[in-house]
């Protein structure tokens, strides 16, 4: 009774032909039933070879291929696995494929092509040469090519390759520097850049700034011209509301004067004839006061008329004394026609008659 193990497959004859029994698989044969055992997990070919370049430089090349068994029962079909040998005969197939696809593309490339291109040119002509050798989704061989990588590709000549390296590592020095300066260069430029885009920035922050600024002034004044608008009509509407009741409470007084006029005439009247009546009454008394006053002061005045007619009667002697003391103790004399001093004379002397003789008489 055949047993397998996980990642080996049971291939079983039966009728003329193989049939997999899958995988860990346990089965009753008869006597006599051929079986093989055939592998299933993923197995490795690695290749090496020496190979001159198309500038006649020897290099080393290394690289695995990767294969795994998906139809077992075709693959034991062409390789024989009852020995054991089977997956040693894929693997040494598949190495010399390689080797041959290898050794035709390395003859037809540069060393430098060759070193740049390994993970791409060479890998997949490598490639591509197994999967049209074994066939492509087990057709063919029944086995699937996983990976496929050239792997290393070296100088054989220690002296060239020192040669080479050293030329690598200047060259490799110069792209460095290059770079350095490239990297200084971009720096440089990204700081220009950047304080440009700065300054710019700024510069429109500013602008903004005065824009908002403008705004904000605008919005201000405008908000004082509202303001100042409001606060007239307000005014406005006072002015018009104080005239309404101005214009209402001088109608009213109108209508009040209107209603009290003929009242108000009658009044007046009533007062003037008042007023007359008590002028009237003022005159009479005035006219009574002025009769007794006459009446009582009459006698009055006819004393004081007597008494001043007495004055000048006792006062004459009074008045003779006086005038005969005027020229008391002078000595007159007058020559000739020159009667200047009698001029001057004369009105005392015609007084002093005058005085002596009396007033009623002068006047006679």
């Known amino acids: 009774m055949p047993r397998t193990k996980p990642g080996e497959y049971l291939v079983v004859a039966r009728r003329g032909h193989l049939v997999n029994r899958g995988e860990a698989a346990n089965a009753h044969l008869l006597p006599g039933t051929a079986w093989v055992k055939v592998p299933g997990t993923q197995l490795e070919s690695a290749f090496e070879m020496t190979q001159e370049t198309k500038d006649g430089i020897p290099l080393r090349f290394k690289g695995i291929v990767i294969w795994r068994i998906v139809r077992p029962e075709v693959a034991a079909t062409l ?19 390689s080797l041959g696809e290898l050794r035709d593309l390395v003859s037809r490339m540069t060393m430098l092509e060759c070193i740049e291109q390994r993970k791409t040119t060479m890998t997949g002509a490598v490639k591509a040469a197994l999967e049209a050798l074994v066939g492509q989704g087990g ?20 002296g060239l390759r020192l040669q080479l390296e050293a030329g690598t590592r200047n060259e490799i020095k110069v792209t460095s520097e290059r770079a350095e300066l490239q990297a200084e260069e971009t720096v440089k430029l990204a700081v220009i850049n950047s304080e440009r885009r700065i300054q710019r920035e700024a510069l429109e922050t500013e602008r903004q700034k005065a824009a908002l600024e403008e705004e904000k002034l605008a919005l201000a004044a405008s908000i004082q011209r509202r303001k100042e ?13 104080e005239r309404g009741k101005l214009e209402l409470r001088v109608a009213a007084e109108r209508e009040a004067l209107e209603a009290e006029a003929p009242v108000a005439r009658l009044r007046h009247e009533a007062a003037l004839a008042a007023l ?8 009479l008394e005035a006219e009574k006061s002025r009769l007794e006053v006459e009446r ?15 004055l000048p009667l006792e006062q004459r002697p009074l008045l003779a004394d006086a005038a005969s003391k005027v020229l008391n103790g002078a000595r007159l004399s007058v020559y000739g026609e020159d009667s200047r001093l009698m001029a001057a004379l004369e009105p005392l002397l015609e007084t002093l008659g005058q005085a002596l003789l009396g007033k009623g008489e002068v006047g006679v």
Do not use: N, P
């Not at 496929?148 to 590709?153: I, P």
């Not at 608008?229 to 509301?241: F, I, M, P």
């Not at 007359?276 to 005159?283: F, S």
């Open 276 to 283: 007359r009546a008590t002028l009237e009454e003022l005159g």
């Open 229 to 241: 608008r409001e606060s007239l009509e307000t005014e406005r509407t006072k002015a018009e509301v």
């Open 139 to 158: 057709e063919g061989w029944g086995i699937s090519i996983e990976v496929v990588q050239v792997a290393q590709v070296y100088i054989v000549d220690s």
């Open 296 to 310: 009582d002061f009459a006698s009055k005045r006819a004393e004081h008329g007597l008494a001043l007619e007495m």
């Open 79 to 97: 390789f024989d696995f009852s020995r054991g040998e089977g997956a040693s005969a894929i693997s040494a197939l598949l190495t010399q494929s």
